[in-house]
C-alpha cells in the first residue's frame, strides 16, 4: 500500500475537499464509516465559501491527506491561544476508515500545531453522544476536560453537546 502524503491546502482544493467532507460526515455514504454525524444531522455540513475562509485564515490550516494522489482525508488545525491549538474537522473518506489513516492525520495535526502555532496543549470538541469517537481519542492521549460547550444550532438541541477534549503535545 503506498504511503499518505501530506500538504496544506490552498482555495484550489475547496472543489475536492468539500465532497470529502461531505461525504464522511453527512447522509447515507456517510454511514460506511464509523465517525459520521449522518443520524443525529442533516444537510450540509460546511460550505465551499466556510472553506474558503478557513483555508484564508492565517490563524488556521487545513492539511490534507493524499494516497496515489487522490484525496484521502482532511483535518484543520486553528491557533486557539497562547500554547493551545484547537484541532477540527478530522476527516477521512468512508470506504477508508479503521486503516490508521485517521491516526496519521492527528499526528499530523499535533505536528502541525507545534511548529506552526508553538502550541503546548491541543483541545477539540465531540459530540456527546459519540461515545465511540471519544474513546478512540481517549485512547490517542486526549483527556475530557470537564466542559462541556452547546452545538452551534438555531434553536439549541441540548442533545448535541460537544464534549471537550484536550492533549499535552510537549
Do not use: N
Amino acid at each position: 500500500m503506498s504511503p499518505v502524503a501530506f500538504r496544506t491546502a490552498t482555495a484550489d482544493d475547496v472543489a475536492a475537499l468539500r465532497p470529502l467532507i461531505e461525504r464522511a460526515y453527512r447522509g447515507d455514504t456517510a454511514k460506511a464509516g464509523w465517525t459520521h454525524e449522518a443520524d443525529m444531522l442533516s444537510g450540509e455540513r460546511t460550505s465551499p465559501e466556510e472553506l474558503s475562509d478557513l483555508i484564508a485564515d492565517p490563524e488556521r490550516v487545513i492539511l490534507l491527506a493524499y494516497r496515489d494522489e487522490v484525496l484521502i482525508g482532511c483535518v484543520q488545525v486553528a491557533r486557539s491561544g497562547d500554547d493551545l491549538s484547537y484541532l477540527g474537522m478530522l476527516t477521512v473518506d468512508p470506504a477508508l476508515q479503521a486503516g490508521g489513516i485517521g491516526r496519521q492525520l492527528l499526528a499530523a495535526a499535533e505536528a502541525e500545531a507545534v511548529s506552526r502555532f508553538d502550541a503546548r496543549r491541543m483541545e477539540m470538541t465531540v459530540i456527546h453522544r459519540r461515545a465511540e469517537l471519544i474513546a478512540w481519542y481517549e485512547r490517542r492521549g486526549y483527556v475530557r476536560t470537564g466542559e462541556e460547550r452547546p452545538f452551534p444550532l438555531d434553536p439549541p438541541r441540548p442533545e448535541l453537546a460537544f464534549v471537550v477534549l484536550e492533549k499535552p503535545l510537549i
